[in-house]
């Protein structure tokens, strides 16, 4: 139940202020679709953000995860020394007036952080990546354990365009060919993650990403392997080479069954042995027209925040039908999340719509991740969820082709989805911390 003091329902209260002045705007820089974009804006004057709620919302998320947010200015004698507190920091990336939204929890020896903390040597640093549709308020379940341990740096960032960092305008690039088309998106998030390293004066970090954010940190260990003391893969998408017939199954609106969750036995197929997908039955009109609307959505840089925005007041509803997936959560998390995940989708458009650029339709990398972090110098591990749409063969086939080079590991949450370290965040921080405090690699 909500109480007047909730800080989710003074989140919402701000919330619904200011939507009562939105101005009639939608911004958006979609590439080939921004004017469409700006065009719809006078039809939705709902779709438009501010700034203020979404911190408001953010605050209220990392509060029900026990994470207070204080400012730079906040007195060492105002800390309470058995609570978690957190900087939100905006982290200037370039010249051009882009940054990267940080929560940092500075752990200075007394179980806790702030930002007056003393620093002392040697520290070690975390960072934590979201996925797709997430930002740095879905980790809220594990700062709070993950910050016990002595010693230790924890941040976590929003990816540049994406939750609460700067939206600068992301254009793709989809007549020059898959390697290329994968490359231009991947250096947006590489290249902006190390500037935020080299801003942040982190020399090596145990840098981990979570399912889109696994597939960009590990693109990341790739290019800079002298900064990533450990490489920690979250149930990374983009690790299996695709079906060699990918692209007319899809078109033809035929669904193959090694993507069910739970397939008939005998009828799994694993996209990385290239083998020949069994189809699903002969699909219905109404099928293959979502299918090929899917197909050339994706394909032209379309994302599932500007559906949202599309929707209007029916956008909400929409995410909260999403988050409504995590039965395990109480109702006010499931209220929180929603209110966080909606307000960062009501944004300009920026690096979501680079989703088509690295996934072909179907999900699959245009540079699968199984033919290249192999290559790594640096210890790495895994994390599945039990009941995880992403298959645990990829992982288990790149620690297979590492063959003992460097130390590996992989771990399955019980109980958990894809967001294992929301469904279950006593077992996986339990786990994290593991990794975080282990001597032999």
């Known amino acids: 139940m909500l109480t007047e003091s909730s800080p989710l329902l003074a989140a919402e209260q701000q919330q619904k202020q200011q939507q009562d002045q939105l101005p009639w705007l939608l911004h958006s820089n979609i590439g080939e679709s921004s004017t469409t974009a700006s065009a719809l804006s006078w039809l939705w004057p709902w779709s438009a953000a501010d700034s203020r709620t979404d911190d408001a919302n953010e605050r209220a998320l990392l509060a029900q995860g026990g994470v207070t947010v204080v400012g730079p200015s906040t007195e060492e004698s105002d800390i309470d020394s058995e609570a978690v507190f957190a900087e939100a920091l905006d982290v200037d990336i370039d010249a051009h007036g882009n940054y990267i939204h940080t929560i940092a929890i500075r752990n200075n020896g007394r179980g806790n952080a702030t930002a007056k903390s ?34 230790w740096d924890i941040y976590a960032i929003d990816w540049l365009g994406m939750g609460r960092s700067s939206r600068p305008t992301y254009k793709g690039v989809r007549d020059e060919g898959d390697e290329r088309r994968a490359e231009h998106a991947e250096d947006f998030f590489v290249e902006s993650l190390e ?14 990403g979570h399912s889109f954010g696994g597939y960009m940190v590990g693109v990341y260990a790739l290019k800079y392997p002298q900064h990533v003391e450990k490489l920690v893969l979250l149930s990374p998408i983009g690790v299996p080479e695709a079906p060699r017939d990918l692209e007319n199954m899809i078109w033809q609106g035929y669904e193959p069954v090694h993507r069910k969750l739970h397939p008939k036995e005998g009828e799994y197929r694993m996209a990385s042995n290239n083998e020949a997908p069994v189809y699903d039955g002969k699909p219905s009109w109404q099928r293959l027209l979502l299918f090929r609307t899917s197909v050339y959505m994706w394909d032209r840089n379309y994302s599932p925040q500007w559906v949202v925005r599309l929707c209007g007041p029916l956008g909400r509803r929409l995410v909260s039908w999403y988050i409504g997936r995590f039965s395990l959560l109480t109702d006010e998390q499931r209220r929180g999340m929603a209110a966080y995940a909606h307000q960062h989708a009501q944004l300009a458009e920026s690096s979501a719509s680079s989703l088509g650029d690295f996934l072909r339709p179907g999900g699959f990398a245009r540079k699968p991740l199984v033919n290249r972090v192999p290559d790594v110098t640096m210890p ?62």
């Open 380 to 441: 790495t591990v895994f994390f599945y969820g039990s009941h995880d749409w992403v298959g645990h063969a990829g992982g288990e086939e790149i620690i297979k082709r590492i063959d003992g080079r460097v130390s590996t590991r992989i771990y399955h949450i019980p109980n958990a989805s894809h967001n294992f370290h929301i469904d279950n965040p006593v077992v996986f921080n339990r786990y994290m911390i593991d990794e975080m405090t282990r001597a032999d690699d």
């Open 118 to 151: 003393e620093v002392r040597a040697p520290r070690r640093s975390l960072v934590l990546t979201h996925g797709y549709f997430a930002g740095v308020g879905f980790f809220f379940r594990n700062y709070h354990g993950l910050s016990q341990v002595d010693g």
């Open 195 to 208: 500037a935020w390293r080299q801003r942040m004066g982190i020399d090596k970090m145990v840098l981990c």
